[in-house]
């Protein structure tokens, strides 16, 4: 019986811990456990046993082991420590990742006074009122920023609240005292109370309770409302859920009685997940001749590892090549998991995957609650839903025999995670499909220029699927330039009369129209005319977005209307006046999608209008309902965000416009061009999948650029060329790889001077390693929720060159005491703002 363990824990640290095991706990390598750590309980992972006595210190023993088995198989494990060493992250924080089962323990917050608190606390009883302040604090424990009188006093009711006995569990501590959760983290940094955690283990099962009528009951006299609680109990087959009885305005006391009387019991049962989705209207799958060679090349693969990359233009039929691979591969006793970017694209994928495999799926993304997710994983765990979907996370599901891994849209950059671990799903997918000898599919329209180059290499074998479906054509490119609009209207209009008449004519046709206006909100800015100031979060150094157009302003900013920060969450009213120069002349700049669907309506008043964007899509189920609306023809021209170029298989949909997606040639982003192509070609899809002819009508400031000529002729193959030429001179990925360090802090000195000690070192240590360094700068967005941003790019042309150079310099950052909380370092980076 090992008498140790080592656990990686969730922190950002580089290491596991060692912890000693008791009489009677079984620790197995993947199972999780929950250890002390500090003040914390913290749940973590055995990640190896051991029965030798660590000799440098003592350990600290487990407070709970809770698996009987591993949750996590070897090659599960062995993908963790992938990640860990690819990607840089502490391997704590990969592991918490891939085990979704939060709703498992159930975790406490609690607060001690501390023997400093306690000082404090007795120096306020001297009865010298010179010596004493508002809080009854000695002048000495005054901290340098001088509190309100509120806040002192709510300090002095927290600590002696505290002094009265044990430690207070947090909800019952701001309840007693009025306190704030950022007043007790105060007190916590000045050590005068200490922060506390108790881990317990919870059953995370969902259980619904159902009212049912007990038949072999007499009945005695009832009155009116014991009445109408059984008539309703009858008429739903003598049971019924008590949510829906409650709803009924039918009073739970009288429920109660009808349980006394032993006329109803009451029944707990586990409630039943609905895979939810869109119902699918495509009929049985019949797949032409193309779908037919790709699906077996696929399924001879199956049982060993091969990477394909699926390259088929837009309305080619993919989707019905992943269900068939599906289905073969679970004929054949193995399990699939299929990747989507985005929840955006899981109703429809789901109702497909519904209507093909039934009880067999488990859906796995973040709308899900805690409860719903752990369900899901336990169920993909034991065999139960041999057919996986979900985003990026689902790339860890469980699976039993493994055989096949489909990446939709695997160009998508939902797929690069932006916290830690800073992952990217797509490249997991392959390393878990070599590790578990598994075939794994990439598909997409655009292929990502790094996928491209591995079919080019023959990393990866390319299948083409050149024609869309029925041999329907691809739907033709209208670009309007935006400069010589203005010349020829003197005035600068959202929509181009081009767009304008198209979108008349498929509206009178009966046929459905979609336009992209790729920015959320009303508008995109507020400004002064009379200095040029904008109006900025104050926690982020990015202008506000306005929220709520106003009736009849002719883009005059009016007093009162919201503004909100996209990064932060900040909201505010728009001043009467500039904070800068007291003038009254403020302005609306740019348009979103807010501002798009009012313009439509006045345009189209007799439309049925709809709006898809993150601001009316906050759910799984309203996404359901929109895409509903638009599949069923009660909405006929759709309006919104990149969310309306992602898969959706609309067939009403003839026209697609694209206003302003060309603002990303002006970003400071190597990448910027092969993101216009992929969001141009990607919605221009949407048009045309029917029995009728779709068209695009593109408007741009840039007709001439190349990425925009090649989208507007569908020609991915003129792009890439012409694209890899520029990232072979200039070293870029695919043809070197690269990182982006990001140096945070709350204090812009410490974040400047951290950034610059980096830098330093780096340049005293580049010749070694053919690492090439650009910056330390000032990030492009320098301030995100109060925190100051300085970054450095490394680009290399070996992978194990920049990794080793990255670890130097982490090494060298804990030597220079930079926290390793302040440090992001993102390996194959594809967002450098």
């Given amino acids: 019986m090992p008498s140790y363990c080592e656990v990686a824990l969730p922190v950002p640290l580089d290491q596991t811990f060692t912890y000693a095991v008791r009489d009677g706990q079984y620790p197995q390598r993947g199972a999780r456990v929950i250890v002390p750590f500090r003040n914390e309980k913290l749940i973590g992972v055995v990640t190896a046993l051991a029965t030798e006595t660590p000799k440098d210190f003592e350990a600290r023993y487990l407070e709970a082991v809770l698996d009987d088995q591993p949750l996590l198989s070897e090659h599960l494990l062995s993908l963790a420590e992938w ?110 109370i200490a922060r506390e955690t108790l881990a317990v283990e919870r059953d995370a099962r969902r259980t619904e309770r159902f009212a049912v009528i007990i038949p072999e009951a007499r009945l005695p006299a009832l009155t009116q409302k014991q009445q109408a609680i059984l008539a309703e109990l009858a008429a739903c087959g003598g049971e019924i859920r008590l949510t829906e009885l409650r709803s009924k305005n039918l009073p739970s006391s009288t429920l109660e009685t009808l349980v006394r009387r032993g006329l ?146 695997e160009h998508d950059q939902s797929y690069k995670q932006e916290e830690t671990p800073r992952y990217n799903a797509r490249d997991v997918a392959v390393m878990r499909a070599k590790l578990a000898g598994a075939a794994v599919v990439l598909g997409s329209a655009t292929p990502s220029l790094e996928s491209w180059q591995n079919s080019v290499q023959g990393k990866y074998t390319r299948i083409e699927l050149r024609k869309r479906v029925m041999n329907r054509p691809l739907p033709e490119v209208e670009l309007v330039d935006m400069r010589r609009e203005f010349q020829e209207t003197g005035h600068e209009h959202l929509f181009s009369r081009a767009l304008i008449e198209q979108t008349q004519q498929s509206l009178l046709r009966g046929e459905q129209a979609l336009i992209l206006l790729n920015r959320r909100g009303y508008s995109s800015a507020v400004i002064c005319r009379a200095c040029g100031a904008k109006l900025e979060c104050q926690n982020c150094a990015i202008s506000l977005t306005h929220h709520k157009p106003p009736a009849e302003d002719g883009g005059i900013a009016l007093a009162g209307q919201r503004l909100e920060c996209h990064y932060c969450g900040y909201k505010r009213t728009v001043p009467a006046r500039c904070p800068q120069c007291d003038s009254e002349h403020l302005f609306y700049l740019g348009a979103g999608s807010q501002q798009g669907e009012e313009r439509l309506q006045e345009i189209f008043p007799t439309a049925r209008i709809g709006r898809m964007d993150r601001d009316t899509v906050r759910g799984r189920h309203d996404l359901e309902r929109l895409l509903a609306r638009l599949r069923s023809g009660e909405i006929n021209l759709l309006v919104g965000t990149q969310m309306i170029a992602k898969g959706h298989d609309v067939h009403g949909i003839t026209l697609v416009g694209v206003v302003g997606c ?71 990925p695919p043809f070197g790889v690269l990182a982006n360090v990001l140096v945070q802090s709350q204090k812009l000195e410490e974040a400047a001077g951290w950034s610059s000690t980096l830098g330093k070192y780096l340049v005293q240590n580049q010749s070694t390693g053919g690492v090439r360094v650009l910056g330390p700068c000032t990030a492009p967005i320098a301030r995100i929720k109060g925190v100051y941003r300085f970054h450095l790019i490394l680009k290399a042309a070996s992978r194990k060159a920049l990794n080793a150079v990255l670890r130097d310099l982490l090494a060298h950052a804990d030597e220079a005491n930079i926290p390793r909380r302040n440090l992001v370092v993102d390996v194959d980076a594809l967002r450098l703002m």
């Fill in 662 to 732: 060309d603002h990303s040639l002006t970003m400071p982003d190597f990448r910027a061009a092969e993101r216009v192509f992929q969001l141009m070609t990607q919605v221009s899809g949407r048009a045309g999948r029917g029995e009728l002819p779709g068209r695009v009508v593109v408007q741009t400031y840039y007709p001439d650029h190349y990425a925009i000529l090649a989208a507007s002729t569908h020609d991915y193959t003129s792009f890439v060329d012409r694209e890899l030429k520029y990232r072979r001179w200039m070293h870029y």
């Fill in 83 to 192: 990640i860990a060493q690819y990607y840089l992250a502490p391997l704590g924080e990969v592991l918490r990742g891939m085990l979704p089962l939060a709703a498992e323990v159930r975790r406490t917050v609690y607060y001690r006074i501390t023997d400093l608190g306690r000082d404090v606390l007795a120096r306020s009883a001297d009865g010298d009122p010179a010596n004493r302040d508002v809080a009854g604090r000695a002048p000495q424990a005054k901290r340098r920023g001088k509190l309100s009188p509120e806040d002192q006093d709510l300090e002095h009711r927290v600590l002696t609240r505290l002094a009265e006995g044990e430690s207070i569990k947090v909800s019952t501590l701001r309840t007693a005292t009025g306190a704030t959760l950022q007043l007790l983290a105060a007190l916590t940094r000045k050590k005068w």
């Fill in 264 to 409: 109803v019991r009451i029944e707990e049962r586990a409630a039943a997940f609905h895979l939810g989705g869109l119902e699918s209207t495509a009929g049985p799958i019949r797949l032409n001749e193309p779908q037919t060679e790709a699906l077996a090349a696929i399924v001879t693969a199956l049982g060993a590892f091969q990477p394909f990359l699926l390259f088929g233009v837009t309305g080619s039929g993919k989707t019905a090549i992943y269900l068939a691979a599906m289905q073969r591969a679970l004929d054949r006793g193995l399990s699939s998991i299929l990747l989507v970017p985005e929840i955006g694209l899981t109703p429809q994928t789901a109702g497909l995957l519904d209507e093909a495999f039934g009880s067999k799926v488990a859906l796995l993304h973040s709308a899900l609650t805690p409860e719903e997710r752990s369900e899901q994983w336990r169920r993909i765990r034991r065999g139960e839903a041999p057919i996986v979907v979900g985003t990026r996370s689902a790339i860890f599901a469980p699976a039993p025999n493994l055989g096949l891994i489909l990446v939709d849209e």
